[in-house]
């Protein structure tokens, strides 16, 4: 029985890979793909492969009658899609699409997980966003994982595949470098301050954002392996509800006024725009009910940023 | 300047090309691209071309930078594409997705009018639809239908296209045979009472739809050929709510009881599970503010049959 995880060379997929080899799932082989070599990981089970899901031919290659669960993590990130729009229908639908019919042709019933994001909604929004309300995507990243959560839906419907689709949040602490999404900052504000880095804060204190820990993402991932088959297979993470002055005052909490003073505000329109058209708050009475968690404070995320991630950066 | 109508030889193309010809608007051109060769028109602006849409370079080749508006009728309806899984993508998604892309590189802001579908919403709804109700089609043809609204959006708020996606009621009475159309008995228990002919009904008298008279979506197509850009780019074209009992109550004053006796019920859970996702009542006040028109009552839509199409098919 085998496990892929496409974008396994990413800091998400690294840490899912961890995550399973030390679970109670049962798999034989745990395939990691990306568009450059993963980094191998102790355990026999792990195989990583550097390979183009976007070549014709690679997505069939991968998925065999022995594939059990894909976790379908690679992605164009948010303002690299905006930039380069050809590459991201390419690799945000057209590799999502070559995913989901290779599944279908090798074994009906793969479950499939699927990571979207807050970027489906967009425009005027409630003030708390549930399960009924519409998709109105203002990027074509939004507008792929969109498409993307349609496509899963689909071909679940037609037992083809057993798909979820999980709406992640911001994830926040990332650890690392910046990247191409636009919510690139809201790790950077307290990742660089507490490495003793200045880093710039592109939107106003008072914008809200809905923010999971990596660890509780991982944890919501590993729930999506054995989940049991619903009714709604587009699944909006649980989360926490914080403004960016919230986030700062987290900060000076836990690394005093030295760390805060790090960070510098340079109003971005462009990035405020995106950012801002994510929903702040979601009703998610249904996915914890399935078993789906939340932080509980953003004073812990920091915290636990600063006992796991932050050691391995220094 | 040309116009170009995909599906122009379905009779839905036909009608609005009889339209725009008797219309105000000027063009040099209006090209009719179907299947089968589309019926000629006689006007010297009209040229009818046989094409297949999902072959590689023939999207390309019809839109060049004379083109100053694109209606998309081209669909696999939507029993059809459930039966047929592949070539249903292949249709609705993929040649959706070429004739916008083929736009982009022609001329950016060619007015693209996409045509949708009430198939695009589905499971439990409110009673009253609107324009922010999620989309959650239980359709292959309504999960492309959505896929294509995206794309449209997409490609309009980049610029690439100046885009409207019409969401049409169930079309009511269809001159003509029965189609692979889920909603095909919609017309039939209409149209073949009054054409002397037997036929059944699948679902309970009790189903609500949501309809509009061919004429009515005509009307409203033209509409679009000029409407001013706005912020809402889906539309939810304005229809009446009538029952299938109602319906039929109507039939009889219009053809007597010896018509309503033609028409036998016959249970069909597959196409009653289709047409009751849809929505049988959709708030319109957004779409009646911009100038898109409704029928006044079902009555009046028979009376037009009666008089315009009926007489064509006898």
Same mark, same amino acid.
């Given at each position: 029985m085998q496990i892929i995880i496409t974008g396994g060379g990413g800091f998400l997929g690294q840490k899912l890979a961890h995550a399973l080899l030390h679970s109670s799932l049962s798999f034989s082989e745990l395939l990691l793909v990306d568009i450059q070599e993963p980094q191998a990981l102790?355990?026999?089970r792990v195989r990583c492969l550097q390979a183009d899901l976007t070549a014709p031919g690679v997505a069939e290659s991968l998925i065999s009658k022995h594939t059990a669960i894909v976790y379908h993590l690679a992605a164009i990130v948010s303002s690299h899609a905006e930039q380069d729009f @050809?590459? #991201?229908w390419r690799v945000n639908l057209d590799t999502t699409r070559?995913?989901?019919? *290779?599944?279908?042709?090798?074994?009906?019933?793969?479950?499939?997980?699927?990571?979207?994001?807050?970027?489906?909604?967009?425009?005027?929004?409630?003030?708390?966003? @549930?399960? #009924?309300?519409?998709?109105?995507?203002?990027?074509?990243?939004?507008?792929?994982? *969109?498409?993307?959560?349609l496509l899963v839906n689909d071909y679940s419907r037609k037992g083809y595949v057993d798909g979820l689709a999980l709406r992640l949040p911001t994830i926040c602490v990332r650890p690392g470098k910046p990247n191409r999404a636009a919510s690139s900052f809201v790790s950077s504000i307290i990742r660089e301050p507490l490495q003793g880095e200045q880093t710039t804060c592109p939107v106003s204190p008072a914008l809200r954002l809905w923010l999971s820990s990596p660890a509780t993402v991982v944890n919501n991932f590993l729930l999506a392996a054995t989940l049991p088959r619903g009714d709604g297979r587009s699944i909006n993470l649980?989360?926490?509800?914080?403004?960016?002055g919230e986030m700062l005052d987290a900060l000076t909490k836990a690394g005093g006024q030295a760390a805060r003073d790090k960070v510098s505000f340079a109003h971005d329109p462009a990035i405020e725009r995106i950012?801002?058209?994510?929903?702040?708050?979601i009703d998610n009475s249904r996915a914890l009910a399935s078993g789906f968690m939340a932080d509980w404070t953003f004073a812990g995320i920091i915290d636990s940023f600063m006992t796991h991630d932050l050691q391995e950066a220094s």
């Amino acid at each position: 029985m085998q496990i892929i995880i496409t974008g396994g060379g990413g800091f998400l997929g690294q840490k899912l890979a961890h995550a399973l080899l030390h679970s109670s799932l049962s798999f034989s082989e745990l395939l990691l793909v990306d568009i450059q070599e993963p980094q191998a990981l102790a355990d026999p089970r792990v195989r990583c492969l550097q390979a183009d899901l976007t070549a014709p031919g690679v997505a069939e290659s991968l998925i065999s009658k022995h594939t059990a669960i894909v976790y379908h993590l690679a992605a164009i990130v948010s303002s690299h899609a905006e930039q380069d729009f @050809d590459l #991201g229908w390419r690799v945000n639908l057209d590799t999502t699409r070559s995913l989901l019919e *290779a599944c279908r042709q090798a074994r009906p019933g793969i479950r499939f997980v699927f990571t979207s994001s807050l970027a489906v909604y967009g425009g005027p929004l409630p003030e708390v966003v @549930d399960d #009924g309300t519409a998709l109105t995507p203002t990027s074509s990243y939004g507008a792929q994982k *969109a498409m993307g959560e349609l496509l899963v839906n689909d071909y679940s419907r037609k037992g083809y595949v057993d798909g979820l689709a999980l709406r992640l949040p911001t994830i926040c602490v990332r650890p690392g470098k910046p990247n191409r999404a636009a919510s690139s900052f809201v790790s950077s504000i307290i990742r660089e301050p507490l490495q003793g880095e200045q880093t710039t804060c592109p939107v106003s204190p008072a914008l809200r954002l809905w923010l999971s820990s990596p660890a509780t993402v991982v944890n919501n991932f590993l729930l999506a392996a054995t989940l049991p088959r619903g009714d709604g297979r587009s699944i909006n993470l649980p989360g926490i509800s914080v403004t960016v002055g919230e986030m700062l005052d987290a900060l000076t909490k836990a690394g005093g006024q030295a760390a805060r003073d790090k960070v510098s505000f340079a109003h971005d329109p462009a990035i405020e725009r995106i950012v801002a058209s994510w929903p702040g708050q979601i009703d998610n009475s249904r996915a914890l009910a399935s078993g789906f968690m939340a932080d509980w404070t953003f004073a812990g995320i920091i915290d636990s940023f600063m006992t796991h991630d932050l050691q391995e950066a220094s």
